[in-house]
């Protein structure tokens, strides 16, 4: 089983960028969390939209079957300072992911920007770190995809719960989700796909196992035998 977060800077941000997925990992048995850096309190509409943006992304967190976690940051206010990457790093210790998924670094929002750096610095240790798509990404040049095909339904249900985003906004219309998924889709020559350029992806390709260090010969090891091991940050 996989331990999957997905970071986006606003609500509706992650379902746009990798909803199907989220839905995928689901199915598959995986534990999935949503983290949420901000409100979306710059979003579209009034006051009444903004409070009700928070029921709206507990709604689409149920549909993705994902858990949700809040960054408690503002909208468009975000740096990628210690107290930014430390909201993620909590939520890496809180959930123990072994997945990350996050915005894609070039992006012409600078709160996209922020939450994708303060992600690689909280995530530099973990192996999987891919990053999505959002429609305010500049250059993106992915290598990596993940059929979605049964699960663009569900993709669209989550997206349609931020009703206070997407009625205003022609971005996250369901034509334009469906069109991109396609796009993909035949890049990757399946049906519909997401996709995603990965910092770091490892392949478990099959249980290794896990040998002694008194096993691996003298000439390959990091630390000479006898050497007092020192722990690293």
Not at 109 to 135: E, G, I, M
Request: proline share 6%; net charge negative.
């Amino acid at each position: 089983m996989r331990r999957v977060l997905a970071v986006g800077a606003h609500p509706d941000d992650i379902e746009l960028g990798c909803g199907g997925t989220l839905l995928a990992h689901s199915a598959a048995g995986d534990a999935v969390t949503m983290l949420v850096m901000t409100g979306g309190e710059n979003g579209p509409g009034d006051d009444a939209a903004v409070v009700g943006r928070r029921a709206e992304q507990e709604r689409a967190a149920r549909t993705l079957g994902a858990g949700l976690l809040w960054g408690g940051l503002r909208d468009c206010t975000l740096t990628p300072d210690a107290a930014t990457v430390a909201v993620v790093e909590r939520a890496l210790a809180e959930t123990d992911a072994d997945v990350v998924y996050v915005h894609a670094p070039d992006d012409s929002h600078q709160d996209h920007r922020a939450t994708a750096a303060a992600t690689l610095s909280a995530a530099r240790r973990l192996s999987r770190v891919l990053h999505y798509q959002s429609p305010s990404t500049l250059t993106f040049s992915p290598t990596t995809f993940v059929d979605v095909t049964a699960y663009l339904s569900g993709k669209l249900a989550a997206l349609g719960a931020h009703a206070s985003q997407v009625e205003m906004s022609a971005m996250v219309e369901p034509d334009a989700v469906v069109a991109s998924a396609r796009h993909w889709g035949a890049q990757a020559r399946i049906g519909y796909a997401e996709a995603f350029a990965p910092t770091r992806m490892v392949l478990d390709l099959a249980p290794a196992p896990r040998h002694p260090v008194e096993e691996i010969p003298e000439a390959h090891r990091l630390v000479p035998a006898g050497f007092p091991s020192v722990a690293v940050r």
